[in-house]
């Protein structure tokens, strides 16, 4: 293994990475509203790279030029990226030193990258990373929520079937011991009507939480449960951008669900391998034998299709 950078002398704090940007792939955060949310490596990145790869080449100049940077900007997003993949991979392999980063926050988590970041390591070439902002996270810690395990899913399909799917097969983990904060993005003209979805998929009691307009000028945090939040959105809608989060089933949910109960409403939505495994885990039992169960209860209960 190559030497690494020195280490921390005795009693003091670690020194700081070697300046610039080393070749390869570097995902850069960037700040989800306030402007002077960009750290000082990040800055640092995005002056060192060869070109900045961005989601909108408009919102990315907006930002360098509060901070003096001129960079060259690359487009990537969700309709270029696989195509643009063997060029970006050659620069990298020729040494090329690419940053990535997109409208706002921590670029793949609901935004482009991961193609990309799979065909450079897939290539055996670098990736590395400068965190900062990210809206879930940002949420999750002033939600007053259990802070872990959580679970984050992005954008509910915008659709009612597959919304409503989508949150059949969440209940149905619940219902099979999965018990985490669960935190969604959403748009915020949708966000009654997700709240609506979300109150009559997992029980209008659920606490629960909305931060809107995080890190800027109307930040705003609104607590409370599924139920009384849907009142709020419909009485005072939420502006700006939104985070919903739900806390998870009260203690005692899944564990009054049985086995069967359990089995049952998760291979209403899952293979029944994946069925068996998920409530095996949720239950703490072997999953041979839940698995030998799926298999009774599959008999003794054949489905439509
Ligand atoms: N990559 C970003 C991140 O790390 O948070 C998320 C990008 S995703 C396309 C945009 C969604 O993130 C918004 O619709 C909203 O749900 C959430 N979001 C982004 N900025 C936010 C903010 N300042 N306050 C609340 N939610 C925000």
């Known amino acids: ?28 955060a960037t700040p989800i509203g306030n402007l002077d949310d960009l750290s000082a490596r990040a800055l640092a990145a995005l002056r060192g790279a060869d070109a ?3 989601e909108d080449t408009r919102v990315t100049s907006k930002l360098l030029a509060r901070h003096g940077i001129s960079a060259t900007l690359w487009p990537l997003h969700d309709h270029n990226e696989e195509a ?39 290539a055996g070439l670098a990736v590395h990373a400068i965190p900062g902002a990210n809206a879930a996270v940002m949420a ?33 983990m619940e219902q099979a011991g999965l018990s ?13 009507e997700t709240l609506a979805a979300l109150a009559t998929a997992l029980g209008p009691d659920r606490p629960a939480a909305l931060a809107r307009e995080l890190t800027k000028r109307f930040e705003e945090v609104r607590r409370g449960t599924l139920a009384t939040l849907l009142e ?26 049985s086995l069967d109960e359990a089995l049952l409403a998760a291979m209403g939505s899952m293979s029944l391998r994946d069925a068996a495994a998920v409530v095996a885990v949720g239950h703490g039992l ?7 169960r799926a298999l009774e209860l599959a008999a003794q209960n054949p489905r439509a299709d």
């Open 1 to 28: 293994m190559p030497p690494g950078p020195p280490l921390a002398p005795a009693g003091g704090l670690p020194t700081d990475p070697p300046p610039g940007l080393p070749p390869g792939l570097t995902l850069v």
């Open 52 to 54: 900045v790869l961005c």
């Open 84 to 122: 643009r993949l063997p060029d970006l991979v050659a620069r990298l392999h020729n040494g090329a030193r690419l940053a990535l980063v997109s409208d706002a926050g921590t670029p793949l988590v609901s935004d482009p990258g991961y193609r990309l970041v799979r065909a450079v390591i897939a």
């Open 140 to 172: 999750l810690t002033l939600s007053g929520l259990p802070p872990h395990p959580f679970l984050f899913l992005g954008f509910l399909p915008a659709r009612t079937g597959p919304r409503q799917a989508e949150l059949a097969r969440l209940k149905a």
């Open 180 to 192: 985490a904060t669960l935190i969604f993005y959403e748009a915020p003209h949708r966000a009654a």
């Open 232 to 257: 709020g959105a419909l009485a005072d809608p939420p502006r700006g951008e939104v985070v919903l989060l739900a806390g998870p089933p009260p203690a005692d949910a899944h564990g009054t669900a």
């Open 286 to 292: 072997p999953r041979k034998s839940v698995y030998a």
